[in-house]
């Protein structure tokens, strides 16, 4: 069955340190890729997103995600964490239908 | 408005009462979307409706949920006889064209629906 997977539920990180969000997908072909976050009590909004070409994607806030076929992961990375990064984030494919992963949620220590 | 807009943001109805949700997508976007996420959830979808399209139900958990657009514009998902289970917070997305690939979705900041 077509699925998206975030493996991690919950990551805490400090305020600074690097970050990497992990994200599987099982489907035939490569689908259409993306990221999105959402901070509490707002709507969901697109980081970055991969149709094809460069496999390193690069998105707003600072945040970057790199397309690897052979581990069919999408992972999202930064660098440098800020306290306002807090927040859930989601995976999603589109391969004829979005599908979303369940989520990361983010927690940011000073 | 500039982005997608949901009325109410929040709801609190009985078990068994009818609700209805709205949603203002962005102006001039094909394709509006209904998901669903309850607590500690991902994203459930729920209906997807693409210009003058019959829409893709798929999503649909029951016969108690329905959706319709009217005008290609503004959509209402209605639960009737809600149930505990459906408290959980409906978000609608739009897209400029929908269908396979690429398009991206914006969504809306939600309606959360408690049932009580």
């Known amino acids: 069955a077509q699925s998206v997977t975030q493996p991690d539920i919950h990551i805490t990180v400090s305020e600074g340190a690097s970050l990497e969000l992990r994200c599987n997908y099982s489907?035939?072909?490569?689908?259409?890729l993306f990221w999105y976050v959402q901070s509490p009590g707002q709507g969901l909004q697109l980081l970055l997103k991969?149709?094809?070409?460069?496999?390193l994607v690069q998105g707003i806030k600072g945040f970057e995600a790199e397309f690897k076929r052979s581990q069919s992961s999408f992972n999202l990375r930064k660098p440098s964490v800020h306290w306002s990064d807090a927040a859930e984030y989601f995976c999603?494919?589109?391969?004829?239908?979005?599908?979303f992963g369940a989520g990361t949620r983010l927690t940011v220590k000073p | 408005g500039a982005g997608v807009s949901q009325s109410p943001s929040n709801k609190v109805t009985e078990k068994g009462k009818d609700v209805e949700l709205r949603c203002d997508p962005i102006?001039?976007?094909?394709?509006l979307y209904w998901y669903r996420q309850s607590l500690g959830q991902g994203l459930e979808f729920l209906i997807y409706f693409q210009g003058n399209s019959a829409p893709d139900k798929s999503g649909l958990p029951s016969d108690r949920f329905s959706a319709e657009r009217t005008g290609g514009s503004v959509s209402t998902l209605t639960i009737q006889r809600t149930q505990q289970e459906d408290s959980a917070v409906y978000l609608c997305a739009s897209s400029l064209a929908g269908g396979l690939g690429a398009d991206t979705q914006y969504f809306g900041p939600g309606t959360r629906l408690t049932v009580l």
């Open positions: 102006s001039g976007h094909t394709a």
């Open positions: 991969y149709f094809s070409g460069d496999t």
């Open positions: 489907y035939g072909a490569t689908p259409y």
């Open positions: 999603a494919v589109n391969n004829n239908d979005m599908r």
